[in-house]
């Protein structure tokens, strides 16, 4: 497969701080790359880095095979960008707004016409061209940004959270046409601190922390990564101590806790979990009303791997 | 060209300032111009004196008498010191003349005798004084060859009668010249305020970090897209100008087309290129739109009223002009001050102005220099 970006050892420090140490990863082509990390975890600084934004102290990028550098203009041609913040003119209407941005890329009149209402039908603001930004939503004023980098058809896509705040209507529209965009052909990296777009969007993903990389690889990969294998919750009503000490002894019980009337039981490995649980509360006579049996989540691992302490 | 247009879209959203500023310098300039008094007739004021005759009203003291009557308006008080003080004090008269007793008789014996005064010590006073001292000094050139009184009357007043003709050469319009200056002078005002507002706005949103970002990012050479911004700024400026040139062509004609116009056109496009870069200079160190507003009162106003934009120069106080020489504002309106008195043009009499000139081409080096000092620092993000 193709590789579209390779990153080697691209390490970026802040005096003695390490914002970015020592991380290695490639993004092939055609596929939407997750970028997963924390506040502070270097996601922003390795985008910047790789954007040249930023000068890094070690390490190599290469973009389509070439070396990424300031001045790489046939590069940057080919690269659109959706940054986190809402990057437009407040002076301009939506229609001048991209027309403006895909203006920086694209020379030709038809062409960029052209491009300028395929981008505004991507992201679903037809009705919107004349409306300054001042006048639009939360979630309009996403999609044009999202417009704004991606009008100029670029191969490679960069969006750095473009669901931040936005309603769950715009964001279907969004995540509709981020797939629209990988279906043409773009490869996208994509930031998000939204567990549930990671797993509907992205082909791989790759968990940041303190500048280094904590894991990569698909979603089902991942989460074979977490230590429970999976998570039982039962409502039961006045449930003696000694039965709960019981439970624990089962087999491949990892942890009980019972909070109100919710037994959660966490199963390190095994199967057949559910069926063994039904039987013991059978024997027991225990009653119940509701039972529930989940695989751990993307936000489980997640979590089990940057830990639980508070970030900035 | 993306630059280009999206610069004249945002200005043609701010064309209501523009306009604005315009009406400001059509509006106080050309209001300024019909109210100026520039007069060129003079009428010379007379100074109110009391005359306090001792003597017999006869002869040489008639004749003194009637001279100072004719030259002066003539104020009756109470004869008593107590009155006269009076008069002097609150201004009712400026001069009081004590002509003594005998005084015919003892200025025809060649005594010379002593006539006593009292004046206010102001310049009409002053002018008094200059009518009596004229008198005596010819009657007492008369008196040591002429004994006849009569015929001392006649040549005195013969030479008195005598008047200078004076010849003014000057073809200066004065009143033109002094109407073509206020204009330019406020437009000092109208064009750094303008700009400052225009470009910093413009500028602001350009120079938006996020904005910025996506700039660099882009397959557009950033320094080109600098370099497009710099040539629209300075378009948009060289076309302000073009406009205030042409109001003045429109509302002061006549002198436009003197070598003064020239002067005023050339000092105003040098002035413009300064403000410009003034006006960048803000641009790059400020990115809050809601600030634009109080800096351009800070700058244009300020500067205005401190460098005689809106007040004549001479009538400021040392203090403030001392302080108004660290402005471009200074020597632009100081030009302009001194074209309204200049007729011979050579190289000695345009001096002043050529300096002030270079000092503004100085002041606009110093700010494209800070401009590119904050520029740089703006751009490292990293």
């Known amino acids: 497969m193709k590789n579209i970006i390779e990153v080697k050892n691209l390490t970026k420090k802040y005096k ?15 596929e939407i790359l997750g970028l997963l990390g924390p506040n502070g975890s270097g996601k922003s600084t390795t985008i910047n880095c790789l954007l040249s934004l930023l000068n890094y102290s070690n390490g190599s990028i290469k973009i389509f095979g070439k070396e990424m ?11 659109g960008v959706v940054f986190q913040e809402v990057s437009v003119f407040d002076e301009l209407t939506v229609y001048e707004n991209i027309d403006y941005f895909c203006g920086l890329y694209i ?122 294998e999976e998570k039982i919750s039962i409502e039961v009503n006045d449930l003696e101590t000694k039965y709960i000490d019981k439970i624990k002894e089962l087999k491949n019980v990892d942890d009980v806790k019972y909070n109100g009337n919710i037994l959660l039981i966490t199963y390190k490995k095994g199967k057949n979990n559910l069926v063994e649980i039904m039987e013991y509360l059978k024997e027991n006579r225990i009653k119940y009303n509701k039972i529930f049996s989940e695989r751990p989540t993307l936000n489980d691992v997640f979590l089990e791997l940057t830990g639980k302490e508070l970030r900035d | 060209m993306t630059v280009f247009k999206t610069f004249l879209k945002i200005l043609n959203k701010n064309k209501f300032i523009i306009i604005l500023y315009t009406v400001f310098l059509i509006g106080f300039g050309g209001f300024n111009m019909q109210t100026s008094d520039n007069s060129t007739n003079f009428v010379a004021s007379k100074p109110d004196i009391m005359i306090v005759n001792y003597d017999e009203e006869k002869g040489i003291t008639k004749d003194l008498i009637k001279y100072i009557t004719d030259n002066s308006n003539i104020i009756e008080l109470n004869n008593n010191e107590e009155a006269i003080n009076d008069g002097l004090f609150y201004r009712d008269v400026n001069y009081v003349i004590y002509i003594p007793e005998n005084y015919g008789k003892d200025f ?48 005195i007043n013969e030479t008195l009668s005598k008047e200078s003709e004076v010849e003014i050469t000057s073809k200066l319009d004065t009143d033109g010249l002094a109407k073509a200056t206020f204009y330019y002078n406020f437009a000092s005002y109208s064009i750094l305020a303008c700009l400052v507002y225009v470009i910093c706005l413009i500028l602001s949103s350009f120079k938006d970090i996020k904005i910025q970002k996506r700039t660099i990012i882009s397959s557009t050479n950033y320094r080109k897209l600098n370099r497009q911004l710099l040539l629209s700024n300075s378009l948009f400026s060289i076309i302000l100008w073009g406009v205030y040139v042409a109001l003045s062509f429109v509302l002061i004609g006549d002198v436009m087309f003197s070598n003064q116009g020239i002067i005023y056109l050339i000092n105003s496009f040098i002035f413009t290129m300064c403000a410009t870069t003034i006006a960048l200079f803000i641009g790059n160190l400020v990115s809050n739109k809601n600030a634009i507003n109080g800096i351009v009162n800070v700058i244009a106003l300020g500067s205005s009223f401190l460098c005689g934009a809106f007040v004549p120069v001479e009538w400021l106080p040392d203090g403030v002009l001392k302080i108004a020489h660290i402005l471009p504002s200074y020597y632009y309106i100081s030009s302009n001050e001194s074209l309204k008195t200049l007729e011979v043009f050579n190289l000695e009499t345009m001096q002043p102005i050529i300096t002030n000139m270079i000092v503004i081409l100085g002041f606009s080096i110093i700010f494209i220099i800070l401009t590119n000092i904050v520029s740089k620092r703006k751009q490292k993000i990293g």
Not at chain 1, 16 to 29: C, I, N, P, Y
Not at chain 1, 69 to 79: A, F, G, N, V, W
Not at chain 2, 111 to 140: C, H, W
């Open chain 1, 16 to 30: 003695e701080l390490k914002a970015v140490d020592d991380l290695s990863f490639e993004v092939h082509e055609g």
């Open chain 1, 69 to 79: 550098k300031p001045d790489s203009y046939d590069l940057k041609s080919k690269i």
């Open chain 1, 107 to 228: 020379s030709d009149k038809e062409t960029k016409k052209k491009y300028i209402e395929d981008a505004i039908s991507l992201v679903g603001l037809e009705d919107f061209k004349k409306f300054y930004p001042k006048k639009l939503s939360g979630g309009l004023l996403r999609r044009l940004n999202i417009a704004c980098g991606i009008a100029h058809k670029p191969k490679l896509i960069f969006l750095d959270e473009p669901t931040v705040a936005v309603d769950p209507q715009s964001r279907n529209n969004i995540l509709d046409g981020i797939k629209k965009l990988r279906d043409d052909g773009a490869t996208i990296v994509y930031t998000t601190h939204y567990m549930e777009e990671v797993e509907i969007l992205c082909d791989r993903v790759i968990i940041l922390d303190k500048g280094k990389i904590l894991a990569a690889g698909t979603t089902d990969e991942l989460k074979e990564l977490a230590k429970i």
């Open chain 2, 108 to 155: 025809m014996d060649g005594k010379n005798p002593e006539i006593k005064i009292k004046s206010t010590g102001d310049y009409q006073s002053s002018f008094a004084e200059m009518l009596l001292s004229r008198y005596i000094k010819v009657a007492n050139i008369y008196q040591k060859s002429i004994d006849n009184e009569d015929e001392l009357i006649s040549k």
